[in-house]
């Protein structure tokens, strides 16, 4: 028995065309979550210090914290760990939002880890208003990745 691909009351062609532009809106949705790679480097350089603004209340990481808090046995390395350790994170940041943008699904997973392991750092240092940016940040990324995922044609198993 053939199965048809038209939904009740369309022709082949109207259901082709709606496929069609089902998938065109995930893959803008996509592109728009994967923007938000780009608001969180922005928002990390904010709370770097590399930026005039510096907004530690609500736009923090944790990472950057616990190597504040933590970090005075390095010494006069301080400051160049500090500092790598940030132009590292704005670039993973910047370097996944590209990918993502072109559609890699494993870019919006890798953030969504990056961001879950950061949000425990933030827990300790007990910056809970940072908490909860990242986590829009999460569920943005989550809901790119789920988009991608249901553009994808479902395996044969």
Not at 53 to 79: S, T
Not at 113 to 135: E, K, N
Request: charged residues 15%; proline residues 2%; without cysteine.
């Amino acid at each position: 028995m053939q199965t048809l691909n038209v939904a009740a009351g369309r022709t082949n062609t109207e259901y082709q065309a709606a496929q069609a532009q089902h998938l065109a809106d995930l893959r803008a949705e996509s592109q728009e979550d994967a923007n938000y790679f780009f608001w969180a480097a922005g928002f990390a350089a904010t709370a770097t210090g590399f930026l005039v603004l510096r907004l530690n209340v609500v736009v923090n990481v944790g990472v950057f914290d616990l190597l504040r808090f933590y970090g005075g046995p390095l010494g006069r390395h301080y400051a160049a760990a500090l500092y790598s350790v940030e132009a590292l994170w704005i670039g993973i940041l910047v370097g996944l939002g590209f990918a993502a943008r072109r559609g890699q699904r494993w870019a919006f997973l890798a953030g969504i880890g990056l961001y879950a392991a950061d949000m425990l750092a933030l827990i300790a240092m007990f910056s809970l208003l940072a908490f909860g940016v990242h986590a829009f940040f999460v569920y943005r990324w989550f809901r790119g990745q789920k988009s991608l995922s249901e553009m994808s044609p479902p395996s044969a198993a």
